[in-house]
């Protein structure tokens, strides 16, 4: 029988135990800062992908509100009238003035804003000629028309003549029969016809109309770091972009021997757009840039710098670089162009 061992201990020793603890806490560190790298890396990451649906989102508006401008305004590329009478309730927006489906305007900071212009109807393109002049309010069509009541015409000269337009809102349909051709009443408590003009116009047998079916106006501009869609005749407006750094557009020209575009000019001034409306240019497209700075801040080093984005590498805008500000190097950026094809605009009045 052998003698029971003496001393022997199980367990651990409080030194042991201390150290496993120290290694733990270091571990729990490290693991800790990681995971805050890792957070702030995600939030970057997720703030430079919502720019880009922010920005895909903004232009896809712009295009397809771009695209419309003319409709009904226009025929064949060239304007209808070379001015418009135009009221909306007891509003007068144009007293036999131009009224130009593509219009640019710079505020005393230079940012732009961008102005659109058409009708809403698919048959804007269909002109119909009257066979009695206007008299009363009330005209009559040669020719079938779709029109509804409540929708807006534009009634113009007769073919070959250049003069004033006016816009008028059908108020009461009599249907043609073996007589008489399509009527339309023009009555006084429609949207577009209770305010007179200085010169009223004449629209004489033979004077033509098209459809609008609703006027449209769309104002796109920058409101400190947001841009805006404004709807000017119904009082709304929405948020279509945040943390917009710079808006602009550049102009598609053709030389009328080219096809398509010839050139390209990014006017930075009123000057510069009324020097080509003055010219009677030619538009073909429009193409819109858009710069978008993320919201999520980049973490600075040690000395208090950031680098997510060096000034040397600044986004650029149709040859315009953006001009960094404090700490414009702690964000990322992104720039989103689109180019917006158009029928054949005159952007001055037509010849007279």
Known sequence: MSAPEVGRQRGYSLVSLMVGLV??????LSAMGA?????????????????????????SILKFEISQAARGLYLDGRPLCNAVNLSVED???????????????????SELTLDVRYGHALEGAAVATLTSPLAEGVVQLASRLRVKQGQAMLLMPPEGQ????????????????????????????????????????????????????????????VRGRDLVMARPLEKQEAVIATGVRAFNVEL???????????????PRTQADWQNLTEARTQLRAIR???ILQSTQRDKPDPEGKCSATQEIDAPVIFGDKLKFEDGDACFKY???????????????????
């Not at 290694?23 to 729990?28: A, K, P, Q, R």
């Not at 992104?334 to 007279?352: C, E, G, H, K, Y």
């Open 334 to 352: 992104r720039s989103f162009f689109t180019v917006v094809p158009l029928r054949n605009l005159f952007l001055s009045q037509a010849a007279s």
């Open 288 to 290: 819109t840039g858009l």
């Open 252 to 266: 598609g020209h053709t030389d009328g021997v080219t096809e398509g575009v010839s050139k390209w000019t990014a």
């Open 91 to 109: 509003d007068v927006l144009s007293n036999g003035q131009e009224l130009r489906p593509i219009d640019l305007s710079w505020n005393d900071s």
């Open 35 to 59: 995971l805050q790298s890792f957070t702030l890396a995600q939030r970057q990451a997720s703030g430079v992908g919502n720019l880009l649906s922010l920005g895909v989102q903004a232009e």
């Open 162 to 221: 250049v003069g004033t337009c006016t816009v008028r809102t059908v108020t009461a349909i009599s249907p043609s029969d073996s007589m008489n051709g399509l009527r339309l009443t023009f009555g006084s408590d429609g949207t577009h016809n209770k305010m007179p003009f200085e010169s009223e116009g004449s629209y004489p047998e033979g004077s033509r109309v098209v459809v609008w079916g609703k006027f449209a106006h769309t104002r796109f501009s």
């Open 23 to 28: 290694i733990s806490l270091l571990v729990g």
